[in-house]
């Protein structure tokens, strides 16, 4: 069962912005630690950035830092992530999913390209 449904992708020029939502329809929300990840094309899947229960932690891959934020709204079960000065190596398939295993089935995910 997927419980996790991402949004927000699309397509934008070399240093535009984007952010992307996450809405986890799971119980116990606010007690999980949360991140996101992405997959490019031929690549594995990767951790962007995670952030804690309550959100006073959180941590970004080196491709991710000073560019992305990572934050949530416990009370609405919804994991955000602002990413700025996009990169065409940005471009992925970008999902969420819990911090640490085990994982939620994971969804479809949210495209983001990046190009000119």
């Known amino acids: 069962q997927v419980l996790v449904v991402e949004s927000g992708g699309g397509l934008v020029q070399p240093g535009g912005s984007l952010r992307l939502s996450c809405v986890d329809s799971s119980t116990n929300f606010r007690a999980r630690g949360m991140a996101w990840y992405r997959q490019a094309p031929g690549k594995e899947r990767e951790l962007v950035a995670s952030?804690?229960?309550?959100?006073?932690?959180?941590n970004y891959a080196d491709s991710a830092k000073g560019r992305f934020t990572i934050s949530r709204d416990n009370a609405k079960n919804t994991v955000y992530l602002q990413m700025n000065n996009l990169k065409p190596e940005d471009t992925a398939v970008y999902y969420c999913?819990?911090?640490?295993?085990?994982?939620?089935?994971w969804g479809q995910g949210t495209q983001v390209t990046v190009s000119s």
């Open positions: 999913n819990t911090k640490y295993p085990p994982f939620f089935d």
């Open positions: 952030i804690s229960s309550v959100g006073s932690i959180t």
